[in-house]
């Protein structure tokens, strides 16, 4: 499994950009800013956000909560597979 969330975004001291951190300290990664692009940002924040996305697509896909969407409920499911170790949707 992954580090358990909630993920947080602190700035990075050494060479710009923003790290992931635990609340406890512990660094999961960091999102480089060394182009000055506004995307640098958004992707810090979507990786801070791992945690919760993962939790809320997993219980949407095990509560069927996709109001019956076959296309959704693949897209779901592919997704999850991305976070597993196996990477196999029987993960998820």
Known sequence: ????GPW??????????ACIYTPDG?????????NG???????ARLIAAAPDLYAALKMA???????GDPQAL???R???SKATPTGEASDV
């Open 37 to 43: 692009r506004p995307e640098n940002a958004a992707n």
């Open 78 to 80: 592919a997704a999850l």
């Open 61 to 67: 896909v095990d509560h069927d909560a996709l109001d």
């Open 74 to 76: 693949e897209a779901a």
């Open 1 to 4: 499994g992954h580090t358990k």
């Open 26 to 34: 512990y660094g999961i990664g960091k999102a480089w800013d060394l």
């Open 8 to 17: 947080e975004i602190r700035s990075s001291e050494i060479g710009g950009g």
